[in-house]
């Protein structure tokens, strides 16, 4: 009998060498879970998803000014240029440069009777694009007829800086040369913009 009470107990409990095994087994599933789930590289997918959100929310909003003005947002008259080749900051104070209204001016509420003002953004759009912590959007725009404006800006994360990469393979004819491998503000050397259209 007394054998059996010994190997009733023996099944009942895990040896140390067990309980050690599963501890180190669970460790390496842990780190390989954080390697899989960066946390650093998911935060800045999210910037980028916010800043390519924001793009196209300029954009449809330089495409709304133009198409009720017919000016771009950047002109204050039809005898302005209307390319924008210097791959200009959109928030910029003095973008446009020598025009009375900035582009923010042009698109947000009349805050000046100077500048028209068509509520094309809000106030609370603009406060987030001048934000210091904002990735600053750029514009380009080539002038020739039938070139797009493109509004672009700097990947934060590894799966943007890719999707910027493989399109600077092979870019749209207007496409600004800027974009590709020497994006303004860019945190390595040879980065790429994502651009949008």
């Given at each position: 009998?007394?054998i059996?009470?010994?190997?009733?107990?023996?099944?009942?409990g895990?040896?140390?060498?067990?309980?050690?095994?599963?501890?180190?087994?669970?460790?390496?599933?842990?780190?390989?879970?954080?390697?899989?789930?960066?946390?650093?590289?998911?935060?800045?997918?999210?910037?980028?998803?916010?800043?390519?959100?924001?793009?196209?929310?300029?954009?449809?909003a330089?495409?709304?000014?133009?198409?009720?003005?017919?000016?771009?947002?950047?002109?204050?008259?039809?005898?302005?240029?209307?390319?924008?080749t210097?791959?200009?900051?959109?928030?910029?104070?003095?973008?446009?440069?020598?025009?009375?209204?900035?582009?923010?001016?042009?698109?947000?509420?009349?805050r000046?009777?100077?500048?028209?003002?068509?509520?094309?953004?809000?106030?609370s759009?603009?406060?987030?694009?001048?934000?210091?912590?904002?990735?600053?959007?750029?514009?380009?725009y080539?002038?020739?007829?039938?070139?797009?404006?493109y509004?672009?800006?700097?990947?934060?994360?590894?799966?943007?800086?890719?999707e910027?990469?493989i399109?600077?393979?092979?870019?749209?004819?207007?496409?600004?040369?800027?974009?590709?491998?020497?994006?303004?503000?860019?945190?390595?050397?040879?980065?790429?913009?994502?651009?949008?259209?």
């Amino acid at each position: 009998m007394k054998i059996k009470d010994l190997k009733v107990k023996i099944q009942r409990g895990f040896t140390m060498i067990e309980l050690l095994i599963v501890i180190a087994v669970l460790g390496v599933l842990a780190v390989a879970v954080l390697a899989t789930f960066n946390p650093i590289e998911q935060i800045n997918r999210g910037r980028d998803t916010s800043s390519r959100s924001d793009s196209e929310q300029l954009l449809s909003a330089i495409d709304r000014y133009n198409a009720n003005r017919g000016l771009w947002p950047w002109q204050d008259d039809d005898t302005e240029e209307d390319s924008v080749t210097d791959f200009v900051t959109a928030v910029s104070e003095d973008f446009p440069s020598g025009s009375t209204c900035s582009m923010v001016d042009n698109l947000g509420a009349e805050r000046d009777p100077a500048c028209p003002g068509t509520d094309e953004i809000k106030e609370s759009f603009i406060a987030r694009l001048t934000s210091t912590s904002h990735n600053d959007l750029h514009i380009y725009y080539g002038g020739d007829s039938g070139d797009s404006v493109y509004v672009c800006f700097n990947p934060q994360s590894k799966a943007f800086s890719q999707e910027a990469n493989i399109r600077c393979d092979s870019p749209p004819a207007d496409f600004p040369p800027e974009a590709c491998a020497n994006c303004p503000e860019s945190l390595g050397d040879n980065a790429s913009c994502v651009c949008l259209p």
